[in-house]
């Protein structure tokens, strides 16, 4: 199993910079593929980002040149740099992991941009 704890989020004004963080239960470099997916009122979760093992990184259309994904192997924490935030991008943000071939997510962490 692995449980995943987020944290970084809160209130910011459009254009502003927020730092998402996720804290694995089990070393990181095991786990296949990491990501940040987001849950807006009224919509279903997306995806934001991925980061797999390799390292290879994906992002979704609307944050690509924003959004900075990274993994901290030493820390094991997978990170979410977010720039040029805009209101539309408020929402509950979700860390996720794939673990043999299992789904794990982390309880969520609120982002409001404000216009």
Not at 74 to 103: F, G, I, Q, R, W
């Amino acid at each position: 199993q692995v449980q995943l704890v987020e944290s970084g989020g809160g209130l910011v004004q459009a254009g502003g910079s927020l730092r998402l963080s996720c804290a694995a239960s089990r070393r990181i470099f095991s786990i296949d593929i990491l990501g940040w997916y987001r849950q807006a009122p009224g919509k279903q979760r997306e995806p934001v980002a991925t980061i797999t093992s390799s390292g290879s990184t994906n992002y979704a259309d609307s944050v690509t040149g924003r959004f900075t994904i990274s993994r901290d192997n030493a820390k094991n924490t997978v990170n979410l740099h977010m720039t040029s935030l805009k209101p539309e991008d408020t929402a509950v943000y979700y860390c996720k992991a794939v673990y043999y071939s299992l789904d794990y997510w982390g309880q969520g962490t609120q982002v409001t941009v404000s216009s």
